[in-house]
């Protein structure tokens, strides 16, 4: 009898079935919300792959002074306004010398670039040739060519754009870029590639970086050298600033060229000085040439530029000779550069960098690429280091005899080879007494080629500008599925998965009480 009576409500059925009903339920709806936010993470993971329709082409020529670049850039098609999308897929060098160099010979000019063209057309399927735009932009090689020669430039564009309308590609014409554009489509090119300008949240909106800075950009090219950042204070010299806007952002860019303080024409511009303040007619002893090093070069080299024939001696004979000496001193060679640098103009004005130039005091990171790099690169440095670090290995490159640089560099070419030291001694006189980088901020300055495989170059960001594939406007900017939205779902279906557990722990645990007390109140019983 007591034991009866002691069994009764735990074996009630009416008591238990109640409880195991709504478990199952329970348990049926954890699963069906865990399979639901699996399924939506996974659809918006993979959507480039669900949606992907192909990819899509454009071409690039950078007809730079010293010489032409072929670049080919891809990107899916129906992601074209996403931020880091487009991806250098190859990159041809044009054989021979820049495009300028044609000026009296254009029609020899589309051989050396058909070749580059051949190996272009082997990346790009046939049946999108039609569809993908050609642009040639020329810098200031041809800038220099046009301001000493306008129907010689025109006449190496007309050969350009003749063998262009033999190509199967769209060609969207050949032309020459200011330097200010050079210097924002750099840097432009160099903040798409880091990511500076949107970024992928974790619901795959497209955002603005959370306190994003930008990188400032400083090119190095053969007759030309840009500088272009954000300043500290947006400044009111409209003369050098352009208005930028991209992804629904506006940015006020200080942007400046140097035109004839490329590494080249800088380079040309010193020998000539140096003829004109050596003793001798036709002989230079050059300090920022290594030691041992001999070359013979023409009166048309040192003065047949536009930016030295201002400075042609009276009786210029294009065809004389000139022998140049090296003599391998490195503060001889710095103390030579300065010459080059014209600080009087500047007044003693703060906001000044050199020649009368505004600038802003620099600020934030900088990316140095072209020129900058390559020449950082064959002193052993690259990314950054410290001034201190850049001037010692700059010391010990300068002192190497010539006959000692095809064993420390890694590719070897006579004229790369003896102008290295020069350039780093130039580069270390623009940046830090033009541009006034410190030893503080010096190691803020990256010196980088590429990213990822692309190539840290103007010519991605004009095609990006020209093809219009940076809206201006954020709300043209693609998303997956609208970010509220799913937002909104993978909020309700975890919150729905959190409640079930709750109840079902919740109904676990009251069970197992519920046995407990059973098998405690049975003991007592049986006692
Ligand atoms: C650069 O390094 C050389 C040799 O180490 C040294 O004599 C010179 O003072 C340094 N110059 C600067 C500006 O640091
Ligand atoms: C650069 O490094 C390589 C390998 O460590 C060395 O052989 C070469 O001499 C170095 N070059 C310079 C310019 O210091
Ligand atoms: C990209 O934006 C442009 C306008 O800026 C628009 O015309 C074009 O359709 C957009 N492309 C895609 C794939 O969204």
New binding site residues.
């Given amino acids: 009898m007591f034991t009866a009576l002691t069994r009764q409500p735990c074996e009630q059925t009416g008591f238990r079935i109640p409880y195991k009903m709504p478990t199952i339920v329970t348990f049926v709806f954890l699963l069906l919300s865990i399979a639901v936010i699996v399924t939506i993470t996974l659809v918006q993971v993979n959507q480039k792959e669900v949606l992907s329709p192909g990819l899509m082409y454009g071409i690039v020529l950078d007809a730079g002074s010293t010489r032409t670049t072929v670049y080919v850039y891809q990107w899916p098609a129906?992601k074209?306004?996403d931020t880091g999308v487009v991806n250098q897929t190859f990159k041809c060098n044009v054989k021979g010398r820049g495009i300028s160099s044609y000026g009296s010979n254009p029609q020899e000019l589309a051989k050396p670039i058909d070749d580059c063209m051949d190996k272009v057309k082997e990346k790009i399927p046939f049946h999108l040739y039609r569809s993908t735009p050609v642009y040639l932009g020329a810098t200031a090689g041809m800038r220099l060519l046009r301001l000493q020669n306008e129907t010689r430039a025109n006449e190496v564009l007309e050969s350009v754009q003749n063998y262009f309308t033999s190509q199967p590609f769209e060609f969207r014409g050949a032309q020459i870029i200011t330097g200010q554009e050079e210097g924002v489509y750099g840097w432009i090119t160099a903040n798409y590639l880091m990511g500076n300008f949107l970024e992928k949240n974790i619901w795959t909106a497209w955002v603005h970086p959370h306190g994003a800075e930008t990188t400032g950009a400083l090119d190095l090219g053969g007759a030309s050298t840009q500088i272009s950042f954000i300043p500290e204070e947006t400044t009111k010299n409209s003369n050098y600033t352009r208005q930028v806007e991209l992804y629904g952002y506006k940015y006020s860019v200080y942007t400046h060229s140097f035109q004839c303080y490329g590494k080249d024409e800088a380079e040309k511009k010193l020998l000539a000085s140096m003829l004109q303040s050596s003793n001798e007619k036709s002989r230079i002893k050059n300090p920022c040439y290594p030691r041992n090093y001999e070359t013979v070069l023409t009166m048309e080299y040192l003065y047949g530029s536009f930016c030295t024939e201002f400075i042609r001696p009276e009786n210029y004979n294009p065809s004389q000779t000139v022998n140049v000496i090296g003599t391998g001193d490195p503060a001889l060679c710095r103390e030579s550069v300065s010459v080059l640098f014209n600080f009087t103009a500047c007044q003693g004005r703060e906001d000044c960098s050199f020649n009368g130039i505004f600038q802003p005091k620099v600020k934030g990171k900088f990316v140095a690429f072209s020129g900058f790099y390559y020449t950082v690169n064959a002193l052993n440095l690259t990314g950054q280091f410290s001034l201190a670090d850049f001037n010692s290995s700059m010391w010990s490159f300068c002192a190497q005899n010539w006959d000692q640089l095809p064993f420390i560099l890694p590719k070897f070419d006579e004229t790369y080879a003896r102008s290295y030291c020069f350039s780093a001694n130039y580069i270390y006189y623009l940046l830090v007494h033009g541009y006034k980088f410190n030893a503080e901020t010096w190691p803020q300055i990256h010196f980088q080629k590429e990213v990822g495989n692309s190539s840290i170059a103007w010519s991605l960001g004009y095609m990006l500008s020209l093809t219009?594939m940076i809206?201006p406007e954020s709300d043209?900017v693609?998303f997956p599925m609208n970010p509220s939205l799913f937002a909104g779902l993978l909020l309700f279906f975890t919150a729905m998965a959190l409640l079930c557990l709750i109840f079902l722990v919740y109904s676990c645990v009251v069970t197992r009480m519920r046995k407990n007390s059973c098998h405690v109140e049975h003991v007592f019983a049986a006692e």
Avoid: A, D, I, Y
Wanted: proline share 14%; glycine share 0%.
């Fill in positions: 129906e074209e306004n219009n809206p043209q693609w």
